[in-house]
């Protein structure tokens, strides 16, 4: 059983910056390919970003529309951890964030929540306008 624990969210004004992060636990020293997801109020949960286990860093990481040049998924294999660095937010980034885990062994990581077996609590992130 893999748990998940996200750190790093928070109220910010429009035009500023969060790093969220999620922490892996309870499996073996093997990599995951990790998404991020989130829900606003009355919306469905929407795909992010996603990061490829076989991303050493992120460098191969791969972004919905609404966020490309804004957030940067990286993840640091050895502390199995993944970071989300959101910068120039936007009132309409406001939502539940959600990092997942998907345990098989596809090499790519999907943007659709049915891809992810494993997911974390959820970080309120509020964005004031």
């Known amino acids: 059983q893999v748990q998940l624990v996200e750190l790093g969210g928070g109220l910010v004004q429009a035009g500023g910056s969060l790093t969220l992060s999620c922490t892996t636990s309870?499996?073996?020293?093997?990599?995951?390919?990790m998404g991020w997801f989130r829900q606003a109020p009355g919306k469905e949960r929407e795909f992010v970003a996603a990061i490829p286990s076989i991303s050493q860093r992120g460098e191969l990481a791969k972004y919905t529309d609404s966020v490309k040049g804004r957030f940067t998924s990286s993840r640091d294999n050895a502390k199995n951890t993944v970071y989300l660095r959101m910068t120039s937010l936007k009132p309409e980034d406001t939502a539940v964030y959600y990092c997942a885990v998907d345990s098989s062994f596809t090499i790519r990581a999907g943007s659709s929540p049915q891809e992810y077996d494993y997911w974390g609590q959820g970080t309120q992130v509020t964005v004031s306008s």
């Open positions: 309870g499996h073996t020293s093997r990599t995951y390919n």
